[in-house]
């Protein structure tokens, strides 16, 4: 079996266990992170690599694509930029709805306008991880940290069937930290 990072063979006497290879890889990288894996010729996920039972041997050929971290973290942030305003309206969309009365189509557009929100803060906590600004970092966790409670706010008055303070909870507060976190993600932008 041959395995390459970016193109160059390296060397892998005696290891065919994919942990093993693994550690050997990110032992070769250099401020990068394993970005795409090709399993002769196929495009899997390091996750499917991670969790999955492959049979080595049967593979001749492993390719492991990497990204430069910063690249990485540019391309997230560009992504989420994007994504940011599509989380506002979608909270705005669910307050008008709660406070219209239509608390199952509010509930439905809050539950994906939540899940768009975990992924977004699930993306924050790994660029944060990865960051070296102690002032950025601290900036971001209090943002998180507020936002996190104005969420739980949010959810104590959907649990509460209290629909008008939860649209007013969606439309001002939840809103407003959207707009912190915008402006967050575009000082992480000018940062990297």
Same mark, same amino acid.
């Given at each position: ?24 890889? %990110?032992?070769? @990288?250099?401020? $990068?992170? !394993? &970005?795409? /894996? ?5 495009? +899997? ?5 991670? %969790?999955?039972? @492959?049979?080595? $041997?049967? !593979? &001749?050929? /492993? ?5 430069? +971290? ?123």
């Amino acid at each position: 079996m041959e395995i390459y990072i970016n193109e160059k063979v390296i060397d892998t006497d005696g290891i065919t266990d994919k942990n093993d290879i693994l550690e050997l890889v %990110e032992a070769n @990288l250099e401020n $990068e992170i !394993i &970005d795409i /894996i090709h399993l002769d010729g196929v495009e +899997v996920s390091l996750e499917y690599f991670q %969790e999955n039972e @492959l049979d080595l $041997e049967r !593979i &001749d050929e /492993i390719k492991f694509e990497s990204k430069k +971290v910063e690249q990485l973290i540019s391309e997230t942030l560009k992504e989420a930029e994007n994504y940011l305003p599509k989380l506002k309206n979608a909270l705005n969309n669910s307050a008008e709805l709660f406070k219209d009365g239509k608390e199952a189509d509010a509930s439905d557009l809050l539950d994906k306008t939540l899940e768009g929100i975990q992924w977004y803060l699930e993306v924050i906590n790994g660029i944060m991880s990865l960051i070296d600004n102690a002032e950025l970092k601290d900036k971001g966790n209090k943002i998180l940290s507020d936002f996190t409670q104005a969420l739980n706010r949010a959810m104590i008055a959907l649990q509460n069937e209290d629909y008008d303070y939860l649209g007013d909870l969606l439309e001002v507060e939840m809103v407003k930290y959207i707009d912190k976190l915008r402006d967050f993600n575009q000082e992480l932008l000018e940062e990297y």
